[in-house]
């Protein structure tokens, strides 16, 4: 059963994972943790982390998954001062290091993917090796992504998973939780990805990325609706010694899309020693 109560519709069974609470900003964050080995961190993308996943799950058979879920996002409380970027950025960092995940491998997913990718810039003992997921913040004027944020209520899911289907399961309401509360939740974390992406998703990453030192995994969804197919070629300029990986047939969210070739794509580029 997925972690927050009862599995709801078309939601797919995954064992629980350990739960505990650190302070961030003054601020309480949920983090969760599953398995054995060494520690590898993950920032989820838009929407952030509502359940845990089969791809947790995965990751988890051979690592020690550790899961912190940033202020205004499931499971954690409001977004408080976190207004500038570099708020966000500290906010990261503090996180990382609250959920004894400094210098562990790093995995970020779309807007994790950005927040993931500064971190690895400006702190690099931060982090031991890097994976980004089809990752926001760069924009190009010419070929833009997707506008997140101008979707009616029940079209986000077609722009993030292959599936629609996919994206509603991963963010419905717990059976035992209370719908009203849950759609509370789901707007704050809306709200929080607002306030790191608006109003294009260019956080200016790309003057940072140069300062990027630790061996790179790109990987993007080959049915991404978000990311126009030229951003790979943009980040994978900005990041020329990066591997690049294409999950053919998984949208946006490619983690919950196909959660396996995913996972095999990760342990794959991580079973190389780092350097």
Do not use: N
């Not at 972690?3 to 964050?29: H, I, K």
């Not at 089809?134 to 979707?151: E, V």
């Amino acid at each position: 059963m997925a972690a927050g109560g009862a599995p709801g519709a078309g939601e797919r069974l995954v064992s629980e994972p350990q739960e505990r609470t650190v302070r961030v900003d003054g601020r309480s964050c949920r983090l969760w943790e599953r398995g054995a080995g060494e520690p590898i961190a993950f920032l989820a993308g838009i929407g952030g982390l509502p359940r845990w996943t089969p791809f947790l799950d995965r990751l988890a058979r051979t690592r020690r998954v550790i899961a912190p879920s940033l202020p205004g996002f499931p499971g954690s409380e409001a977004i408080g001062e976190l207004d500038e970027h570099l708020d966000w950025l500290l906010a990261t960092r503090d996180l990382l290091d609250a959920a004894g995940a400094a210098g562990a491998d790093l995995i970020g997913v779309s807007v994790g993917a950005a927040l993931a990718a500064d971190v690895a810039a400006l702190w690099p003992a931060s982090v031991r090796r890097l994976v980004l997921v089809s990752p926001l913040g760069l924009f190009d004027a010419a070929d833009p992504t997707a506008d997140l944020f101008a979707q009616r209520p029940g079209e986000l899911g077609a722009l993030l998973c292959s599936d629609p289907a996919t994206w509603d399961a991963h963010v419905a309401a717990p059976a035992s939780g209370d719908p009203v509360e849950w759609a509370v939740v789901q707007a704050r974390a809306q709200e929080a990805a607002a306030r790191l992406l608006w109003p294009v998703g260019d956080t200016r990453l790309g003057r940072r990325l140069r300062r990027v030192e630790r061996t790179t995994l790109l990987v993007f969804g080959g049915a991404d609706r978000v990311l126009p197919p030229g951003y790979r070629r943009l980040w994978g300029r900005a990041l020329p010694d990066a591997a690049l990986r294409v999950i053919k047939g998984a949208g946006h969210q490619a983690d919950l899309d196909d959660p396996a070739a995913l996972a095999a794509a990760i342990d794959r580029f991580l079973e190389h020693p780092a350097p």
